[in-house]
């Protein structure tokens, strides 16, 4: 049936693409692991903790969430989690990399 081989080959050139798609999400993660420290490390260029240091000072959720709303990253809610800005970097990365790698190995259905 021609509609069956229509399908197929849709889903096959949809997987290609999300699997190249994928690969190039892959390599941006590492490169940004691998960058991460020179550039906004403690030792880096621009240190990403004098930026937030300056700007996430918050006592609570509502807090957070309004600076979110204003800047919107995961890092406003550092300060209350916690954890350090370094930690919260690497392990964007990280995941990010086991994300990418996983869709580059077909498993993005």
Excluded at 12 to 32: G, Q
Excluded at 46 to 56: R, S, Y
Excluded at 76 to 104: N, P, Q, R, Y
Aim: proline share 3%; with cysteine; glycine share 4%.
């Amino acid at each position: 049936d021609i509609h069956n081989i229509k399908s197929k080959m849709i889903n096959s050139y949809r997987s290609i693409f999300l699997s190249s798609f994928s690969i190039v999400y892959l390599f941006a993660f590492i490169s940004y692991y691998v960058q991460y420290p020179g550039l906004f490390g403690w030792d880096g260029i621009l240190p990403i903790q004098n930026l937030i240091k300056k700007e996430n000072i918050l006592l609570n959720w509502s807090d957070a969430f309004n600076r979110y709303l204003e800047y919107p990253t995961f890092i406003v809610f550092t300060s209350l989690i916690e954890i350090d800005i370094d930690t919260i970097m690497e392990l964007t990365a990280i995941i990010g990399i086991i994300l990418s790698f996983i869709s580059a190995c077909g498993f993005h259905d």
